[in-house]
């Protein structure tokens, strides 16, 4: 039952807020909106505000704006194709921008209430090589070997890219005063330590950038998984349907909410991407034709672009059936 809910709260929230991007905007630019619909299949529920119909369909694993002319000719002048390329590349790029923003936000609440690591060292760990050549609980460290740290990442990223067998010079400040101590770092499991924990900082600037910083790593992510992608690299086994991410969100969901909101955070970075991606039915092939239409002048032709959307969402529905077989067989299913 934890799993129904949490999962349904995490695809609503996801699919809403994408779903809203397109319809905020397309109201905005003077689009006609025939039906704002969230979740697939059967409706629900359903009423009709001014000329919108909002529906509840029964699948809450996706949704969908219905605008005027969008996949059809239409001669009404509020119609999707009567309205600026401009206008409709917002308005199609604005479902996955909304994504990112709620992967912000949430990752920011994340943030704030665990607290975000600085670059005062509040622990030094026992014989370890910084409590060996020196460093102290309090201090501050300034820059390594010659490079800035303004936070904590700078600070393990240049760390582990360091070589174990060299002298690392770390510059930081004790008591107003600045100091260089000279470490010679060592490895633990395959990475480059000195042996520091950091001190944390709950404040909302610090959590509104942690939000931001780990939404960048996410998406970061993202395309090192599409470079594996086209390197060979990667699977079907390395891809996850419906039934993959509801058994995931269930293991959020019995660790704890923020360890939910993390991975809906993880989630809305994911959709946003992969929707902006040049593949067929999706919104990023369709902001492809429109840039199409920017340089050529005039637009694509309707049929054709509908007949390459339907393949794509055929082969994208093929996947989605293929990879929700290998998530059962991996839950033992069967």
């Known amino acids: 039952m934890q799993t129904a809910v ?17 319809f905020t905007v397309a109201k905005l630019s003077g689009i006609k909106v025939n039906e704002f619909a969230i979740g697939m299949g059967p409706k629900l529920l359903q009423t009709i505000k001014g000329e919108t119909q909002y529906t509840l369909r029964l699948l809450p694993i996706g949704g969908f704006v219905k605008m005027e002319g969008e996949d059809e000719n239409s001669t009404d002048p509020r119609s999707f194709n009567k309205v600026s390329p401009f206008k409709r590349i917002a308005t199609v790029a604005a479902g996955a921008i909304m994504n990112f923003v709620l992967a912000i936000v949430v990752l920011s609440i994340v943030a704030f209430y665990t607290g975000m690591p600085t670059t005062t060292i509040d622990e030094v760990i026992k014989d370890s090589p910084a409590e060996i ?3 102290l609980e309090g201090d501050r460290v300034i820059s ?3 490079k800035d740290i303004s936070s904590w990442r700078d600070l393990t990223d240049t760390i582990s890219s360091s070589n174990e067998s060299k002298d690392m010079e ?4 004790r008591n107003g005063e600045e100091r260089l101590i000279i470490v010679q770092p060592e490895e633990d499991n395959g990475r480059t330590i000195i042996g520091i924990i950091p001190a944390y900082e709950k404040s909302v600037g610090s959590a509104i950038r942690g939000g931001i ?13 599409l470079k594996n992608i086209f390197r060979g690299s990667v699977s079907t086994n390395d891809l996850s349907g419906p039934v993959g991410v509801i058994t995931e969100i269930g293991r959020a969901a019995e660790s704890g909410f923020l360890n939910l909101l993390y991975l809906l955070g993880f989630i809305s970075v994911n959709l946003g991407f ?4 040049p ?3 999706l919104d990023g092939s369709r902001i492809v034709f429109l840039l199409v239409e920017l340089i050529r002048g005039k637009p694509m032709d309707p049929d ?3 007949l390459i959307h339907t393949i794509g969402f055929l082969l994208l529905i093929s996947l989605m059936l293929l990879v929700t077989y290998k998530d059962l067989l991996r839950i033992n299913l069967f």
């Open 133 to 135: 050549n020196g460093i």
């Open 274 to 277: 992969f929707n902006l991606l």
């Open 6 to 22: 949490a999962a349904i709260f995490v695809f609503l929230l996801v699919v809403l807020l994408h779903e809203l991007g397109h």
């Open 213 to 225: 910083e780990t939404t960048g790593m996410f998406l970061s992510l993202m395309f090192d998984f």
């Open 304 to 306: 054709k672009e509908g």
């Open 170 to 173: 770390v510059l930081l400040t």
């Open 279 to 281: 593949i067929p039915a």
């Open 144 to 146: 390594i070997n010659g």
